[in-house]
């Protein structure tokens, strides 16, 4: 996804910008590492010996690039950076979650782990410590390709949805895993048991179109796609989503619509996919009405020929 930022409120941290998976912060969720808007994803540049740098949209439903696979996604995962006012231990857990994120945007991802382990050890029940570390961990563990590592990783996102089930990025980056490590058909019945679980939540089924948009099934992804709007109206990462495959699939109008429907409920909190979105609505405008003109001037508004005809009326 694209260089980091952190997301945050607190005033001693500047956010920049960056992605895989993540919208606004839980209530109450505490600290925690996500990527800003669950859809983009910003670049970083990793100094030293973790250096690792790559460009990638987590949010690619509709959207085939070079590359862009779910074995990759995991890579720009913890990018932004959101929080809840917290006290005590928590508090203190907020704090080193904070220094881990700013750790890792660094590239000094061991001294960002300790930053997390610490942080859960503050806070044992504040599942984003959990995600933080597991994402990181995952990580390192591609980088290296440390089968150790990544087993660890594996552990936390599920040590993390002990303590939420509902986590969205702890759901995407276990689901990565699981498809990275050659079990995509766990990452499907993970995704599937979330939703069944979750009637009415559209998160799920969310994740689930992107798994199958990157397993190459457009038309299942749009299914359940179509479901999430159902299911949450007012979701703008739904409809966003919605758009990009409708326009991959060449249903320019609907994605027009879809892209509008998306920016009216929460341009805001798309974060720089409401730049890509804006941007999708103006080209989208002009191509619509450009093939209008085209057929208007094809002969649509052309005088037809007078029919030549005898009669005796005058």
Not at 14 to 43: K, Q
Not at 64 to 73: D, E, N, V
Not at 212 to 229: M, N, R, S
């Amino acid at each position: 996804m694209p260089a980091p930022a952190l997301r945050q409120t607190l005033p001693q941290f500047t956010p920049e910008h960056d992605t895989t998976n993540a919208p606004a912060s839980r209530p109450g969720s505490g600290l925690r590492v996500v990527h800003p808007d669950d859809f983009e994803v910003s670049v970083e540049v990793l100094p030293a010996e973790d250096s690792f740098t790559e460009t990638e949209d987590v949010s690619a439903i509709g959207i085939k690039r070079p590359g862009l696979t779910w074995s990759t996604l995991v890579f720009s995962f913890i990018a932004g950076l959101t929080f809840a006012t917290l006290s005590g231990c928590q508090w203190a857990a907020g704090s080193q979650n904070s220094q881990g994120a700013a750790m890792y945007n660094q590239g000094q991802y061991t001294a960002a782990m300790e930053q997390f382990q610490k942080a859960i050890a503050s806070a044992p029940e504040d599942p984003d410590g959990y995600y933080n570390l597991a994402a990181t961990t995952h990580r390192l563990g591609n980088q290296r390709q440390d089968a150790n590592l990544i087993r660890q990783s594996e552990a936390l996102y599920n040590q993390c949805l002990d303590h939420d089930p509902d986590h969205v990025d702890c759901h995407r980056g276990l689901a990565v895993l699981l498809v990275d490590s050659g079990r995509p058909d766990r990452a499907f019945t993970l995704l599937k048991n979330w939703a069944a679980q979750n009637p009415t939540l559209s998160e799920p089924r969310i994740e689930l179109a992107r798994l199958y948009e990157e397993h190459g099934e457009p038309q299942t992804a749009l299914k359940y796609l179509e479901d999430a709007v159902q299911q949450d109206a007012n979701n703008p990462r739904a409809w966003l989503a919605l758009a990009r495959l409708r326009e991959s699939g060449g249903d320019s109008v609907q994605a027009l619509q879809n892209y509008q429907r998306a920016l009216a409920l929460g341009g805001s909190s798309l974060g720089n996919n409401a730049t890509m979105a804006t941007e999708r609505v103006a080209a989208l405008s002009r191509q619509l009405n450009s093939a209008y003109d085209v057929q208007m001037n094809a002969g649509g508004t052309q005088i037809a020929a007078p029919v030549q005809f005898g009669s005796t009326r005058y």
